[in-house]
Structures are given as structure tokens and as C-alpha cells.
């Protein structure tokens, strides 16, 4: 669908709001900073997704794809769909599927659910190997709540937005707010991180198999 060089493009730019996120909010400027926080992870979940393509095979839509780049709405359900595949519970649940098609066994209601997100492997491979870089499970559920919001909140971090008599200004979102979503953002970040390092073809991993590697 792309080569690495186009769609590592996201990545580097996802990165780059959050570090400009950071920066504004050195300056107290925390409604931008969130705002970039946002996009930052919607290009993070766009690198994803195309990591995961190829010409011959996608487990995504082309209406998915295109989501990634022209609708918000679509790129927050694959984030949601993403970090449900991290949860303990969902690991959990995916173990005994996989026991259960290993076996031929029949998939019941919950194995079903569990074959349809398509981040299955990779929340399990976090999940276990990487428990402390993911989304508190304590806060999985707020963070669906605060990713159905994302487009407003984006929206209020830049822009004086109508609330009635009082309008609502940037410059009012709070410190709190911020490093909510901050914590968000890292997690996304971390997992994106781990899932570039391991983006490289058979022959760049043989190459580093043969390779003088330091001791």
C-alpha cells in the first residue's frame, strides 16, 4: 500500500506534536498543548495502521484507511480498538481463543468478539512483555470516555468556543487536564516506539544477526 519511508512520515510527525505539546505547556499554554496531544496520537494510529498494511494483505477497510487520513472520528475508534486489545481481561480472553482454535474447538460469543479486533496479537504482545508502559487498567475506561470527547476537547484547546452566555477560552483548561491526556500520549507513544523498532525486512534483520554487535 506505501513503503516505510512514506508512512514512518506519521510517526515523526506524531512525535514531533507531542514534544510540541510539551513545550507549550512549559509556557502554561495547556489547551494547545492538549490539542497537539491529540493530533499527535492520531498520527501515531495512523503509522499503525499502515505498518499493518500491505498490498497483499490488510486487515483494514479502505474505508478505514482513508479514515486515517481525512476523518478523526475514525482514526478515535481505531485508537479505541487498539487499547481494548491491551487490557488484562482482553489477554486473557485471547489466550483461550487461540486454545480454542488451536483445538478446532467451537468459538463462542466472546472468542467471536475477540477474532474481530484486529490489534489482537499486538494488545496481548503488550499486554504481557510491556505491562508498564500501557494505560493503567484503571484508567482504560476514562480514557474511552475521554477519546469519545477528543474532537471537542481538541476543538476548545485551540479555539474561544461558545458556552452559553460565557464563552470558554484555550487559556482556561487546566494543568490537570494536560497531564491526563500527557499520560495518554506517552502510552500511545511508548507502544508506537516498540512497534517501529521491530518495522525492519528479513534482510535488515539478518544483517544485524551478522553484525558485530558490541559486548
Sequence with gaps: MTNRENYTKAFDNGQQHINAAIVLAEKQHYGFSISHLILGIEELIKYQILFNCSDENTIFTDAEINSIFYNHKGKHKLLKEFQESVSKEFTEDFHEYIFHIASGLELNEKHLSIQKNRFKEWGAFFSVAYPEINIPEADRQSFFKWLNDANSI?????????????????????????ETALMYANAILQQTEIMKSLDITEEEFMNYLNSDIPT
Excluded at 159 to 168: I, M, R, T
Excluded at 169 to 177: A, H, I, R
Design 154 to 178: 481538541k476543538n476548545r484547546g485551540f479555539y474561544v468556543c461558545p458556552n452559553g452566555d460565557k464563552w470558554k477560552s484555550p487559556s482556561e483548561v487546566l494543568k490537570e487536564e494536560y
